[in-house]
Each structure stands twice: as C-alpha cells, then as structure tokens.
C-alpha cells in the first residue's frame, strides 16, 4: 500500500528565505510523486510531478523537487519565497502499474513574512 | 472558462436531509474522482470512475454514493447527512492515456457542505 508522510503541518519562513517542505512516500511499486498548492478558497493545482525521468523536476512558480529513492523522499524547495507563495501545500503519491489513485499527504502550511 | 466544475459550492444542510454535489468536467477525460478534505487529515478518496460503467469505492464510502451520469458529468450523494459530513469536498478528473498513474488529477473549485 501507498503512503504519504508530511513533516510538519506549519512552516514559516521570511520572504526572500528559501523554502523546504518535506514529503517522504512509502510504495512497494516504483511511485509517480506529485505537489499540489491550494491557495485559499480554491482547488488543488498542480505544482509538478514525478513520472520516473529525470530526479530533479522543476514546476511552476520557481518550485523544483528531487527524488531521493534511498531516503524515499521527494521533498519541494524554492530559493526565495514570495508573499504570494503562501497557500497550502500536498504531496502525493500514485503507484505505478495500477489504476492512477493518489494518495495525500495531510498537507503543510506554508506562511511567509515580511 | 472552467474546465471542471462543481455545484453548488456552498451548502448549509440540515441532519437526515439528502443531498446531491455535482460535478462537471470539459477536459474530455475519462477518469474521475469526489475526495473530501477536512483540516489536518488532507483529502481522503470516497469514490471513483474510471467509465461510465465502472465506479468504485475510495477509503471513505460509507455514508455516500455516486452516480456517472455521463462521461462528463459524476454526482455525489449523501442520503442522509450527518454532521461529521461537514467537510469541504472536491471532484476531479484525470486522462487514462499515457500509461496508468503518471496522469495528474485537474481539480474542481470544491464544494463546502455544512451539515447542522
């Protein structure tokens, strides 16, 4: 079975810090991992994915994220943080070979400040 | 325009009263999904269509139905609400192409039900 563990439910950094949100997966199956952002009163949009090419993989708005089969982790980064990066972030992991469910982490918080 | 939708998008609704969310999609996928989010637990799959014909459970189905009224169109019920089903839930739709679990999932805006 799939799971999606999130290290930390808030995480705050300074605008113009860099920004690391953790995701580590657990797959018996080669995963496809992905990062989806939820700004306040919408749905879930998607930041970039995973899909067993390249391990570093780069997304929208500056974000990139890099697989790391030893440590069974695909965590999100982005160099400096922009006010409007503040939102809710899920990752989530659908294994291959099966029918494309995803299974969510429960999501971290990111804040960013003046 | 949207490329999937959900109606209504807010809904205050009494305990034992039936009720219908509603979701459309025009991205022309033939895959979709209702999950319901509530605030530290992420969102969670209550059911799933991969064709008009074949629908499935998710994790969370008791309480809920669904009906694929059209490739397009995938409706969630609850028959009786109860107010642990106050969650905000969202639809979403997905491409079988490409080989199975590399699609990502196209979310739609999202339903908040409160159920008194």
Same mark, same amino acid.
């Given at each position: 079975a799939q799971s999606v563990t999130q290290l930390g439910s808030h995480v705050s950094v300074s605008e113009g810090a860099l920004v690391l949100l953790r995701c580590n997966y657990s797959s018996s199956v080669p995963p496809y991992l992905f990062w989806y952002v939820q700004y306040p009163n919408q749905g879930l949009q998607l930041l970039l994915k995973y899909t067993? !090419? !390249?391990t570093l993989v780069k997304g929208i708005n500056g974000f990139e994220a890099e697989f790391k089969k030893s440590e069974t982790s695909f965590h999100l980064t982005k160099p400096s943080a922009h006010m409007s990066d503040a939102a809710e972030y899920f990752c989530a992991v659908s294994e291959t070979g099966t029918a494309s469910k995803l299974t969510f982490g429960t999501g971290t918080r990111l804040q960013v400040t003046l | 325009d949207a490329d999937v939708t959900q109606t209504p998008r807010n809904r205050i609704t009494k305990t034992g009263k039936r009720i219908m969310l509603e979701c459309s999609q025009?991205? $022309?996928?033939?895959r979709m999904y209702w999950y319901r989010q509530d605030p530290g637990l992420g969102l969670r799959l209550i059911y799933y269509s991969f064709d008009v014909k074949d629908i499935n459970k998710g994790e969370i189905s008791d309480g809920y139905s669904v009906s694929r =009224?059209? =490739?397009a169109k995938f409706s969630l019920s609850l028959e009786s609400a109860i107010p642990n089903q106050t969650a905000l839930y969202f639809c979403a739709t997905s491409d079988s &192409? &490409?080989?199975? $679990?590399?699609n990502e999932q196209f979310f739609g805006p999202g339903t908040r039900l409160t159920v008194l």
């Open positions: 067993s !090419a !390249a | 025009t991205k $022309g996928h033939d =009224q059209a =490739q &192409g &490409g080989g199975r $679990g590399r």
